[in-house]
Every structure is written in structure tokens, then in C-alpha cells.
């Protein structure tokens, strides 16, 4: 449905987006995760046609962005980063606006109807947007979105300034669309992605990063980096077992505890997860474990990581 390939684009000296490839499916819902400046908006602008990419190419559902616009934007429907309203129209008359501004041919009763229904907005479509809260505003630049009924949805940064009750609400809202159209959703928190998409890509310096299902970062957050132990034995040996340990990348004795007991920190190879292993071996070696901690990445340090590092391994 969404292809770039190899998309550049430069501002005189300084280049924004960076040789990035991917491809979103039909039915599928990407999140288009990065720090702010990493370049998602500019590469929403060239897939949506509003900028031109300096070499590269986008296509939707096939068709070339830059050769032939018009065909390719009646497939998508677009929501900015700042939705732009006409503050004194009411939410019908600015959905008639955009309808006649898409040329739609769908009978457009029904067709405004049911999207302020879709978009949560059937008790307010009378009243004037500039009186509505910031909430239902983006509601108003999401169904105008949906106007013409495009396969496609690309929405940036939708819950910008959201509270948090509205957030959730915009989140259950692009969760519902999903099941009958393909979304876009370029965001900066992760916890968005996490919690609508079926796969994260993650953008940094103008770079892809990362490409991956939503639910291989979640695992990788479950594998342990780090283990937080109470052993039971005398120290010197334990600590000698435990960096001779096969997946023990680093192990370090901390404080004694009570008589012959004292905490150790183990530092695990990525990827590896040797809590069971450990634990009998422990056991048959003749050490007590008394408590054992997995400190595990979550999603957030795995995204710091990727960003930090400036590199991943992409799916």
C-alpha cells in the first residue's frame, strides 16, 4: 500500500532523510517512532506529496507521488501535525468544506454522517470548532482525514497537547480505524506505538534504524540485561562461578547481607536469558539462592539504546 525507496531529502547542506526504505502493508498499522528532528514529518510530507523528495521515490498502492500526485493523494487521507481548521465553522459545515475540497463523489450525506460517527463526533457536528476542546479538535482534523473514504491513513504526531484521557481516547480511535484501513502514525513516545501498532520503525538522525513487529521489542524488553542476586556461600567462589558462567557477561559482589549471604549484580549477554540455568546450577554447585531479580530493558531503554547507538539490526 506505502513504498518509499531510498528517499533523500536535503535543505541545502543539511540532509533530513537519509536513504529510507520501507513498505507498509494493506490492513497494517506502522508506527513511525523518532526523537524530534529525526526526520518522520519530512518523510510524511514527501510520501504525502506536499514536498518533493531530492532522489528516491514514493508510491501508493503503486503509483509515483511525484508523476502522478493527484491519483496518489485521493488514496490517502492526511492529518498534519496541526490540524488545519477553520475555527468558525461548525464541525459539519468544515467536513462539507473538505468533502467539495476532495472532489468526493460518495453521496455525501450518509458519507459525513457515518465518518462523524467513526470519528466519535455525532454530538457535536453543530457546534462551532473553535469552541471545542483540543481533543475533539483533532477528532475534526482526523475525519476530515477520513472524507472520500481513502485505503490509506497517515496521521503525525495526532496526540500532540492531548491530556491524558484524550490521548487514550485518539489511541482507541486510530486502533479502531485499523481494521479497515492502512495507518501510518508518525509519533515521539513510544508507549503510542506500543499500544497500536502491529510494527515500529524507528527513524533517527534521518536514518531507519530500526524495523521490527511491535511485539520483538516488547520480547527484547523481557530478556534480561541484568540479574540482581542473593547467593548464599562464600563469595570468592561464588563470584568465580558466576563470571565463568556461560551468557555471564559481567558479574560484581555487592554488600553482605547476613552471614555468608551477599548480593551480586550479573550483567547478561544480549539476547540471553539464563535465569533457569543459573539457578540450577547454582543449586548443584552447593550454593544457596536466596533471591534472584531480572532487571530487564524496558521499551523505553531499548528506543534510548537505538537512538543512542544510531544503529540496529532491522527485521
Same mark, same amino acid.
Given at each position: 500500500?506505502?513504498?518509499?525507496?531510498?528517499?533523500?531529502?536535503?535543505? $541545502?547542506?543539511?540532509?533530513? +532523510?537519509?536513504?529510507?526504505?520501507?513498505?507498509? &502493508?494493506?490492513?497494517? =498499522? /506502522?508506527? !513511525?517512532?523518532? *526523537?524530534?528532528?529525526?526526520?518522520?514529518?519530512?518523510?510524511?510530507?514527501?510520501?504525502?506529496?506536499?514536498?518533493?523528495?531530492?532522489?528516491?521515490?514514493?508510491?501508493?498502492?503503486?503509483?509515483?507521488?511525484?508523476?502522478?500526485?493527484?491519483?496518489?493523494?485521493?488514496?490517502?487521507?492526511?492529518?498534519?501535525?496541526?490540524?488545519?481548521?477553520?475555527?468558525?465553522?461548525?464541525?459539519?459545515?468544515?467536513?462539507?468544506?473538505?468533502?467539495?475540497?476532495?472532489?468526493?463523489?460518495?453521496?455525501?450525506?450518509?458519507?459525513?454522517?457515518?465518518?462523524?460517527?467513526?470519528?466519535?463526533?455525532?454530538?457535536?457536528?453543530?457546534?462551532?470548532?473553535?469552541?471545542?476542546?483540543? $481533543?475533539?479538535?483533532?477528532? +475534526?482534523?482526523?475525519?476530515?482525514?477520513?472524507? &472520500?473514504?481513502?485505503? =490509506? /491513513?497517515? !496521521?503525525?504526531? *495526532?496526540?500532540?497537547?492531548?491530556?491524558?484521557?484524550?490521548?487514550?481516547?485518539?489511541?482507541?480511535?486510530?486502533?479502531?480505524?485499523?481494521?479497515?484501513?492502512?495507518?501510518?502514525?508518525?509519533?515521539?513516545?513510544?508507549?503510542?506505538?506500543?499500544?497500536?501498532?502491529?510494527?515500529?520503525?524507528?527513524?533517527?538522525?534521518?536514518?531507519?534504524?530500526?524495523?521490527?513487529?511491535?511485539?520483538?521489542?516488547?520480547?527484547?524488553?523481557?530478556?534480561?540485561?541484568?540479574?540482581?542476586?542473593?547467593?548464599?556461600?562464600?563469595?570468592?567462589?561464588?563470584?568465580?562461578?558466576?563470571?565463568?558462567?556461560?551468557?555471564?557477561?559481567?558479574?560484581?559482589?555487592?554488600?553482605?547481607?547476613?552471614?555468608?549471604?551477599?548480593?551480586?549484580?550479573?550483567?547478561?549477554?544480549? &539476547?540471553?536469558?539464563?535465569?533457569?540455568?543459573?539457578?540450577?546450577?547454582?543449586?548443584?554447585?552447593?550454593?544457596?539462592?536466596?533471591?534472584?531479580?531480572?532487571?530487564?530493558?524496558?521499551?523505553?531503554?531499548?528506543?534510548?539504546?537505538?537512538?543512542?547507538?544510531?544503529?540496529?539490526?532491522?527485521?
Amino acid at each position: 500500500m506505502i513504498e518509499a525507496k531510498r528517499i533523500v531529502k536535503r535543505f $541545502g547542506d543539511k540532509t533530513a +532523510v537519509d536513504d529510507v526504505s520501507f513498505t507498509v &502493508g494493506e490492513g497494517e =498499522i /506502522l508506527g !513511525f517512532l523518532g *526523537p524530534n528532528g529525526a526526520g518522520k514529518s519530512t518523510t510524511l510530507n514527501i510520501l504525502t506529496g506536499y514536498l518533493s523528495a531530492s532522489s528516491g521515490q514514493a508510491l501508493i498502492e503503486g503509483i509515483d507521488v511525484l508523476e502522478h500526485p493527484n491519483e496518489a493523494k485521493k488514496r490517502i487521507g492526511f492529518l498534519p501535525e496541526y490540524a488545519p481548521l477553520y475555527l468558525d465553522m461548525t464541525v459539519r459545515e468544515y467536513l462539507n468544506f473538505v468533502f467539495e475540497l476532495k472532489g468526493a463523489t460518495l453521496a455525501r450525506k450518509p458519507h459525513l454522517s457515518e465518518v462523524c460517527g467513526l470519528a466519535g463526533l455525532s454530538d457535536v457536528e453543530n457546534r462551532v470548532i473553535r469552541n471545542l476542546s483540543k $481533543g475533539y479538535r483533532q477528532r +475534526v482534523g482526523i475525519a476530515g482525514a477520513l472524507i &472520500g473514504n481513502p485505503k =490509506i /491513513l497517515i !496521521f503525525d504526531e *495526532p496526540t500532540i497537547g492531548l491530556d491524558p484521557r484524550q490521548i487514550v481516547e485518539i489511541r482507541n480511535l486510530i486502533r479502531n480505524l485499523g481494521r479497515d484501513h492502512t495507518v501510518l502514525l508518525s509519533t515521539h513516545i513510544l508507549s503510542e506505538v506500543q499500544a497500536v501498532c502491529d510494527r515500529i520503525l524507528v527513524l533517527n538522525r534521518g536514518k531507519v534504524v530500526a524495523d521490527k513487529p511491535t511485539g520483538e521489542f516488547v520480547r527484547m524488553a523481557s530478556a534480561p540485561e541484568r540479574l540482581s542476586l542473593r547467593i548464599e556461600g562464600d563469595s570468592e567462589r561464588v563470584l568465580r562461578f558466576l563470571r565463568a558462567f556461560e551468557g555471564v557477561r559481567k558479574a560484581v559482589c555487592g554488600a553482605q547481607t547476613e552471614e555468608n549471604c551477599f548480593d551480586y549484580t550479573v550483567d547478561v549477554k544480549a &539476547g540471553q536469558d539464563i535465569r533457569k540455568d543459573l539457578f540450577f546450577a547454582l543449586a548443584n554447585a552447593g550454593f544457596a539462592v536466596l533471591a534472584m531479580e531480572a532487571l530487564g530493558m524496558s521499551v523505553e531503554d531499548i528506543f534510548i539504546k537505538l537512538v543512542r547507538d544510531g544503529k540496529g539490526a532491522q527485521a
